[in-house]
């Protein structure tokens, strides 16, 4: 198993990491031992930790209920929380019962470290962390605590440590395999120049790797315009897209930034191929004034197949939501959701088997997953810290009639050059 604690590529200064280590201090020096559990063995004989009691298993969430990805969050939130209710029913995990201790941040990091300081000495690990500029921050007193974390953010910053685990592909993967896409169909051609929407941080910073690789060897050349996560009206980056000639735009963003885009973009007559990061869509868009454009012109690439998959163990998961929340979208974030507390499902029954669900022992668990397969897309592999769980993409298209909003192009495939742009990377 090649475990490291070396992590690539990190956008944090010095400060802000001395910073944050100061504002968690106060609320962990002393949380070895919290209310969630103990560090005594069992009655069962199964060594405990923080997190973990005879009678329960405590997860924790910090997810965004009121920010940018509102609609994200309550989508996953809602998935866990079935998955927990299922796991349970079926007699729990260990014979213990799941629970799920939900803190929204509203995708402000400084809440998002309080609440961590909160949760974190009652709770054995983390499958729902929103927003790559939260895990940033979070990143060394995770490793600390060694509480394993499944981030919904998918910045290859975040690789590289033993407890936090990227679900699928990374931003800048699926951007490759987004310039793929528009190479083969022939929307785009060497010597063109397509445009990048991206957010500032590692999120689009990460996606804009990917892209200016992939244009570079594709002889074609990309025209970036970085946005905040705050910027709704895209009017003055589509003018400027348009004035550099672009013949296709890629987005990563947010939805509301995907559907200004899209909207703007159609009434300037800037009629060009839209690509957008799994995070830049959601279904709810379809009933917005921008969803003609959205249908017409824009494209989405994800590690996730669409929620409309035949795919059983999808089809499945669609039922069971739509009974336990009947008239609530069936989005991405479910699917999304669902599959990373299966994940971490596997993982905790794993550490139990090997007499331990200490934090060290659920990340020694899933470390030596080599192909976790939940049936709800493709296989992935969790032994390489430094890597990408996958590196397959899926290439999806808005469809308001479709369940989720979308509807699968081309199943999953790595895009060619993956594995060399890896390399390089390191």
Known sequence: MNVTHTRPRTTRTAAL?????AVLLAGTACSTKGDGGSTDDAADGVKAGPGVSEKAIKLGALTDLTGPYAT??????????????????AGGICGRKVEIVVKDHGYDVQKAVTAYADISPDVVALPQVIGSPVVAALLDDIQRDSMLTFPQAWAASLL??????????????????????LTRSKKIAKGDTIGHVYFEGD??????????????QAGIKVAGQKIKATDTDLTAQVSALSKAGVKAVLISAGPAQTASLAGVAAARGLQVPIISSAPGYSPQLMKTPAAPALEAMVHVVSAAPAVSSDLPGVKKMVASYGKKYPGQPVDSGVLSGYNAAQLMGAD????????????????????????????????????????????????LKPDAKAVGGLVGVEEAHPAPGADAYLAARG
């Open 17 to 21: 990491a001395a910073a944050l280590a």
């Open 72 to 89: 994200l969050g309550k989508s996953i939130v809602q998935a866990q929380q079935m998955w927990a209710d299922e796991t349970n029913a």
């Open 160 to 181: 590289g440590m033993d407890a936090v685990q990227v679900l699928g592909t990374t931003y800048d993967l699926d951007m490759i395999a987004a310039v793929d896409f």
């Open 203 to 216: 999120y689009g910073a990460n996606a804009l790797e990917g892209s200016e690789w992939a244009a570079e």
């Open 348 to 395: 905790l029954k794993k550490a139990c088997e090997g007499g331990s669900l200490t934090r060290e022992a659920v990340v020694k668990a899933h470390r030596s997953q080599k192909n976790a397969d939940t049936g709800l897309g493709t296989p992935q592999n969790f032994t390489y810290v430094t890597e990408p769980a996958s590196r397959s993409t899926y290439v």
